[in-house]
């Protein structure tokens, strides 16, 4: 390894056991894999710079795949991936260490928060992560090695921690007649079970960036296209989910019509005329204060 990749601090991804006992692995599978973990830096990444005081947080940490002997490296019984942190090293470091933290956790069935930010993306993605893993009966582990860390962090993410997220992802609770507002971004049909031909989805973008999944009935395809991409209202019953985006059955959706909240503001000026009359307002505080 160079001394500029000593430098560096670097994370090492390896999946064994299962098929890799076979010495293969669905292309497919290992593509996905790290695309997950991507993404999974990119979403804890932004918390933690949030956190410490970014201000306008990116999760982007200059990750870069070491094409060498310790870059991606097909052994007997493994596959093993290498990335370095290239950027904002600092947040970059904390993020995958809380990202490992998190997976030891899992796997040992140890309680694990899903009440900020962070951990709740991190046990949203090791269920996506643990969904290839099943198929391939394989078991990955994260290790973190970077300069000034005397212990390297490291976790081993199995069935244990399989069985742990999907307890976790299992608690869910519904709230009836929820009314939201937001962006239609995205519509497609993701549904896997027999019913697919009742439903197809989309995704909410609210103000706030919250994500929602909405599934509407299969007959109201038409008009939901004609809302695609536009701020729309909907109604319906939703369910919050302890690690992943909740989700709204929609029974309405309507296009949001723009507010003139200028407008509005002149409309209520005034409007308590006949109630006060001609009191002045600063007297009116001062005697409701007791003044």
Request: contains cysteine.
């Amino acid at each position: 390894m160079s001394r500029r990749h000593f430098d560096t601090p670097i994370f090492i991804v390896t999946l064994k056991r299962g098929m890799a006992d076979n010495n293969r692995l669905p292309l497919n599978h290992v593509i996905d894999l790290l695309k997950e973990l991507d993404l999974l830096i990119r979403e804890v990444g932004k918390a933690i710079q949030r956190d410490n005081g970014v201000v306008q947080p990116t999760g982007d940490f200059g990750i870069q795949l070491l094409a060498t002997s310790s870059g991606v490296v097909f052994r007997k019984g493994s596959i093993c991936a290498t990335a370095a942190i290239t950027q904002d090293i600092p947040n970059g470091r904390r993020t995958v260490q809380q990202i490992i933290s998190t997976a030891a956790a899992l796997e040992k069935k140890r309680p694990v928060s899903v009440e900020d930010e962070a951990g709740t993306h991190i046990v949203r993605r090791f269920g996506k992560i643990g969904l290839i893993q099943k198929e391939d009966h394989t078991q990955l582990t994260l290790e973190l090695r970077s300069p000034g860390l005397r212990k390297k962090p490291k976790a081993i993410f199995g069935q244990a921690g399989i069985a742990t997220v999907e307890a976790i992802e299992g608690r869910s609770f519904d709230v009836e007649e929820m009314t939201l507002y937001g962006r239609l971004r995205e519509l497609r049909d993701r549904s896997k079970d027999e019913n697919t031909a009742k439903y197809f989805w989309g995704e909410l973008l609210l103000d706030n960036d919250h994500v929602w999944h909405l599934r509407f009935p299969a007959g109201d395809a038409e008009k939901v296209i004609k809302l695609f991409r536009k701020q729309v209202e909907v109604h319906g019953t939703a369910t919050y989910f302890a690690a992943r985006y909740p989700r709204l059955v929609v029974g309405h959706i309507v296009e949001d019509e723009e507010r003139d909240y200028l407008k509005a503001f002149d409309d209520l000026q005034g409007a308590d005329r006949d109630l006060y009359g001609a009191e002045n307002l600063e007297d009116l505080i001062r005697e409701a204060r007791g003044g």
